[in-house]
């Protein structure tokens, strides 16, 4: 299984951030499995910001939730996230990330993107 982040390395204050994982050797609509994305900040830790279910569910990091979408296109086998007015506190390194069975533990991971907020 291999992921593959994709999307714009800058992005202006208060617009939309968006990201897309291509998910490849494995289905997204495959039961049990749950993808998410994550950030990490610059000196800073891992953040979880949500996922995408096999099913079509959705959840998301309760700080992040009101500007947090996730949706998903199964004919292309891709993910994607969504963070409306994003402030340069947003800048980090965003993965996408598969969990099985929802135990919040990755087995696999994109290389990462960096997302950059800033005039």
């Known amino acids: 299984v291999q992921l593959q982040e994709s999307g714009p390395g800058l992005v202006k204050p208060s617009q939309t951030l968006s990201l897309t994982c291509t998910v490849s050797?494995?289905?997204?609509?495959?039961?049990?499995?749950?993808w998410s994305w994550i950030r990490q900040p610059p000196g800073k830790g891992l953040e979880w910001i949500g996922y995408?279910?096999?099913?079509?569910?959705?959840d998301y990091s309760p700080s992040l939730k009101s500007r947090t979408s996730i949706s998903r296109d199964t004919s292309k086998n891709q993910f994607t996230l969504q963070l409306t007015s994003v402030t340069p506190e947003r800048t980090a390194v965003y993965y996408c990330?598969?969990?099985?069975?929802?135990?919040?533990?990755?087995?696999?991971w994109g290389q990462g993107t960096q997302v950059t907020v800033s005039v």
């Open positions: 990330a598969r969990d099985e069975g929802l135990g919040y533990s990755y087995d696999y």
């Open positions: 050797g494995g289905s997204i609509t495959t039961e049990h499995y749950y």
């Open positions: 995408m279910a096999y099913s079509g569910s959705t």
